[in-house]
Every structure is written in structure tokens, then in C-alpha cells.
């Protein structure tokens, strides 16, 4: 088959030697050992590319904020009523304007596939939805953005809300989540939820059981209504930082639950950081549950950014590789297959629980490649690797050089 491009030179993860990859047509063709075609050639140098990084939990609508806020606790109730009273400001205009702001820094971070959780209520309307369905059709050359459509601040307790949420299904979104733990009646809105789900053939991806409590949860319903309906595999939770809180026997039996459920599971290291544990003085619990223990139970887990700019996390440059780093530095994970395992929660990891059937580089899918500056998946996350370069399905989307250091003439002698 006539090639359009090949890639040489490419250290790929779990496999030893480096190879090169032919494309047309924009997907990928061939991986071998050595390709010769009458094709353009990208020499990638020996370093380390994946598929691009999938980011499942980011809010673009509610980034970039913090000059329209004043946080003054650093607590999850403040920061939810302060983007409260910002977003009935919001415009279309503003809020394209921001999430492009911050969809750009992802995919210069390397980032080919993203699920945003989007509010719709009676206070925002279909105002975030509608402009971040237009960045999605204009960014779609360089990243595949799921809209996952919620309620933030409960559902049945906000009349309105979800005749808003059938509205917005109406129009096509890519999941619906929940956040129970803002309603009256949370077991009430897990129902609805997944009912809703069901109606539109929806994935299902709640906030979830973020607090420090570990003696309640309402885990264990969305478990129930998983089984109930059938959705297993079709759902994912969120922050869940509960569990970071629980003895290791019965974080365990849980993570069989959700194993035995087919419920997937987010953490969020920079956010629940920087919210839990605002009531110690001292001895200040971490608030990040353990997603590689989870993982070695059979649940799938990713890591993810959460929030940009704003009451929820006031930094964040959109970086995935960061955020794996941080995630190992909370988790005490150093040795070679533990940063491994890093950069799965981030890259195949989360591509099984967005259900992403040609995510990964392999014969047959799309030419999404990103290349780090690292030659092993390990040395990636413990140095942070800066992402080089990025295609997606073979067009090349952004660049950057690598770092150079400049000597002196006379020092170099």
C-alpha cells in the first residue's frame, strides 16, 4: 500500500527495540522493524511516543476565572458558590473564549482525547454547552472532546434543572453525569440519572463522594443502579476521595465492588490536594485515593486535571505528564513499574473508560501520535517529559523544539 508517512525511529511502550510506523490515509498502516517508502519521514530520534494522553475529567467551561472570584477558605462549598454566582455572567462568547484558551494548552500538552463535564442549570442555561459543542467541532483537528453534560449544583432540587438536562440530550452530548452530593436527595438524582441514560444510550460519569467521611458513601448506590440498569462498563465516578480515607481492608472490598460492577474510577490529584483536609492543622491528610491500588483490583482508573485557573485549583498548565508526576509524588511511587503504571493512568488506562475502541498505536487506528523527550516510559514521568511534537490522524498539530543550552565559545574550550 502507498504510504503518506512514515515515522522512524520510534520507541513505543512494551515493545524493547524502536520500529517505524507507516500511515495513509491517516490511520496507521504498518509498524515494523525498518520501513522503506517513497513517503515524508519524521525521524522521531529513538524517543518514547504514545497515542496522545486522554484527559477523562476537565471542566473548559468554569477555566480560566480566578480574577472573577475571591477564595477565601479554600473549601469545596466555597468554591462551588463562588463559580455559582461568576457562571450567571457567562456568555457563549465568554466562555469559547476561555476553554479555548485552555483546550490549547492541552493539546500543546499532548492531549488527542478529552471528556469535559459541562453545567447546565437554570442558572447557565445551554450557554456552556452550546459554545463548547463549538469548540468541539473546531478543534476537532487536533483533539476528540466528549461533552459530558451535568448538573453542578443537584437536579432534584433545582426545578428546572432537568428539563435543561433532557434538552441538552436532545442535541446529542456524549455522556451525562451527576453530582449527588449538592442534592436533597442524592440516591433520587443517581436514579434519574442513569434513566436519563438510558433514554438517550448515554455513558454515565458522576462527581462523586468528595469529602473525607469514609462511614457513608454513595458509592455503593451507583453500584446498585449499575447492576439495575445494565450500564456496567458504561460508568464512571469521580474524586471519589472517600476512599483515601478508608483502612486498606475495606478500600479493598470496595474496589471489588466496583471491579465486579464495571464502575471506572477518576482521581484528581491537583484538586483534591488543594480542597481536602482544610480542617487539620497539622498531619494534613493528602485526600488523593490510591488509583494503582484500585487498578491492580481490576477496576480501570485514570488520573486526571479537574480544574484550571479557578476556585476548584487556581493553577494548572493542562499538563497530563504533571499531573502523573504529582500523583506519583502523593502516592509514594517510585521504581521503574510503578512510573509505568503512571503513565498507563493517563494514556490506555483512560482510554478504556471513555470506551475509546481506536485509541493506541496500532495497525488499523488512527496516526495520533505524540512524542516525548524520553526514551522510556519510566524516565517520562520521573523527568516530566515535555511533548515534542503531536499528530492526529497523520497531520501534525503542534511542534516545539527541544532545549538547547548555548555555551560560551571561550567556556567551551
Known amino acids: 500500500m502507498p504510504l503518506d508517512l512514515v515515522f522512524k525511529n520510534v520507541r513505543l511502550v512494551g515493545r524493547e527495540a524502536p520500529c517505524d510506523i507507516g500511515v495513509a490515509d491517516g490511520r496507521i498502516v504498518a509498524i515494523e522493524p525498518s520501513i522503506a517508502a517513497d513517503a515524508l519521514v519524521e525521524d522521531i530520534g529513538g524517543r518514547l511516543a504514545v497515542a496522545g494522553f486522554v484527559e477523562t475529567h476537565i471542566h473548559l467551561d468554569k477555566s480560566c476565572i480566578l480574577d472573577r472570584c475571591r477564595s477565601e477558605h479554600g473549601t469545596l462549598a466555597e468554591a462551588i458558590a463562588q463559580v455559582a454566582a461568576a457562571k450567571k455572567n457567562f456568555t ?21 482525547r478529552m471528556r469535559t463535564h459541562v453545567e447546565v442549570d437554570p442558572r447557565i442555561g445551554l450557554t456552556s454547552f452550546r459554545a463548547i459543542r463549538r469548540l468541539k467541532r473546531d478543534y476537532a483537528f487536533a483533539i476528540d472532546l466528549d461533552l459530558c453534560v451535568f448538573p453542578q449544583e443537584g437536579l432534584l432540587n433545582d426545578p428546572g434543572a432537568e428539563d435543561l438536562l433532557i434538552q441538552c440530550c436532545e442535541d446529542e452530548p456524549d455522556t451525562i453525569g451527576g453530582c449527588p452530593y449538592t442534592d436533597t436527595d442524592p440516591h433520587g438524582q443517581i436514579v434519574r440519572i442513569f434513566e436519563i441514560a438510558r433514554r438517550y444510550d448515554l455513558d454515565v460519569d458522576f462527581h462523586l463522594d468528595f469529602d473525607l467521611d469514609p462511614t457513608w458513601t454513595h458509592l455503593d448506590e451507583v453500584c446498585r443502579q449499575t447492576d439495575r440498569f445494565g450500564w456496567g462498563g458504561r460508568v464512571a465516578i469521580g474524586h471519589v476521595t472517600k476512599l483515601s480515607a478508608m483502612p486498606e481492608v475495606a478500600r479493598a472490598a ?7 460492577a464495571g464502575v471506572a474510577l477518576t482521581v484528581l490529584p491537583a ?12 498531619d494534613v491528610p493528602r485526600g488523593v485515593t490510591p488509583a494503582h491500588r484500585l487498578a491492580e ?3 480501570t482508573c485514570s488520573i486526571a486535571t479537574n480544574n484550571v485557573l479557578n476556585p476548584f485549583t487556581p493553577f494548572g498548565d493542562c499538563s497530563m505528564m504533571r499531573i502523573a508526576n504529582l500523583y506519583a509524588n502523593v502516592a509514594q511511587l517510585g521504581r521503574a513499574a510503578e512510573l509505568e503504571t503512571c503513565l498507563d493512568l493517563i494514556t490506555a488506562a483512560p482510554a478504556r473508560l471513555m470506551n475509546l475502541p481506536d485509541y493506541g498505536i496500532a495497525v488499523g487506528n488512527p496516526a495520533d501520535l505524540v512524542v516525548l523527550d524520553a526514551h522510556d516510559p519510566a524516565g517520562a514521568i520521573a523527568e516530566i517529559a515535555v511533548p515534542l511534537a503531536g499528530w492526529k490522524r497523520g497531520r501534525r498539530t503542534f511542534s516545539r523544539a527541544p532545549a538547547v543550552l548555548h555555551r560560551d565559545d571561550v567556556a567551551a574550550e
Open 92 to 112: 457563549e462568547e465568554d466562555v469559547y473564549a476561555r476553554a479555548k484558551r485552555t483546550l490549547e494548552k492541552a493539546i500543546l500538552q499532548g492531549t488527542t
Open 254 to 260: 470496595v474496589g471489588r465492588r466496583l471491579a465486579d
Open 271 to 282: 484538586t483534591d490536594l488543594f480542597l481536602m483536609g482544610r480542617g487539620h492543622d497539622h
Open 297 to 299: 483490583q481490576g477496576v
